[in-house]
């Protein structure tokens, strides 16, 4: 979700969020005062019981960075970030009869300070 989002936003200065999910990227940033850092892939299942463009509208409303970033774009970015999101939820969507089941993962840090 935050690949696709990054494509119609302009750089903040920021780095990207989604390299919190690069196991080399947190050793790198976490490397200074950590005594032990763990790393593991892990799913998450979102399911929702309605469709792929519904879930796109509830992130819409209900999550900030998805809501601020409708936000920054005219109308015609809008629409093109919706397709894009509806076409990812659509494409991993592993329910049938209008509700929606997608597997996504993420990475676990645990870190210990030393």
């Not at 903040?12 to 950590?34: F, H, K, N, Q």
């Not at 509208?57 to 960075?65: A, Q, S, V």
Request: aromatic share 10%; with cysteine.
């Amino acid at each position: 979700m935050f690949g696709a989002i990054a494509k119609h936003i302009a750089p903040s200065g920021m780095p990207s969020p989604v390299l919190w999910g690069d196991e080399t990227t947190v050793r790198a940033r976490l490397r200074e005062g950590i005594a032990d850092l763990n790393c593991k892939l892990r799913m998450y299942r979102f399911d929702y019981p309605f469709p792929p463009d519904a879930v796109v509208e509830f992130f819409r409303t209900n999550y900030g960075p998805m809501s601020r970033a409708f936000a920054s774009l005219d109308m015609d970015g809008q629409e093109k970030l919706r397709t894009e999101l509806v076409r990812l939820w659509s494409a991993h969507n592993k329910a049938v009869g209008g509700s929606t089941h997608v597997e996504a993962e993420y990475l676990e840090v645990i870190a210990t300070r030393g």
